[in-house]
Nanobody, 124 residues
Framework: QVQLVESGGGLVQAGDSLRLSCAAS????????MGWFRHPPGKEREFVGA????????LYADSVKGRFTISGDNAKNTVYLQMNSLKPEDTAVYYC?????????????????WGPGTQVTVSS
């Protein structure tokens, strides 16, 4: 069992940066592929990015590629989502999730543990 808790969300202006954290407890997250998803208001949940358990492979949605970066700190059992050049369309509740699949995946069904989410609001 893995418990995930996101933090770092907030209200920022377009162009600003924000770093989200996902702290894992119960089991070390290094045994899981970690993903970030978001749920924009009035839209379906969507994939943001993911990192393999080794940290060697990452996968990003086209909408965030070049602006968002996922990294992990095994010592702190924490995964980060660095978000730069934020846009109003990045406004969403952001979730981290853990998967036992070896490689990063865009499919939410592959992720078995989810955090409660953190709100990110980007004003124009």
């Amino acid at each position: 069992q893995v418990q995930l808790v996101e933090s770092g969300g907030g209200l920022v202006q377009a162009g600003d940066s924000l770093r989200l954290s996902c702290a894992a407890s119960g089991r070390t997250f290094s045994g899981y592929t970690m993903g970030w998803f978001r749920h924009p208001p009035g839209k379906e949940r969507e994939f943001v990015g993911a990192i393999s358990r080794s940290g060697g492979n990452t996968l990003y949605a086209d909408s965030v590629k070049g602006r968002f970066t996922i990294s992990g700190d095994n010592a702190k059992n924490t995964v980060y989502l660095q978000m730069n050049s934020l846009k109003p369309e990045d406004t969403a509740v952001y979730y981290c999730a853990a998967s036992t699949v070896l490689q990063p995946s865009i499919r939410p069904g592959y992720y078995i543990y989810w955090g409660p989410g953190t709100q990110v609001t980007v004003s124009s």
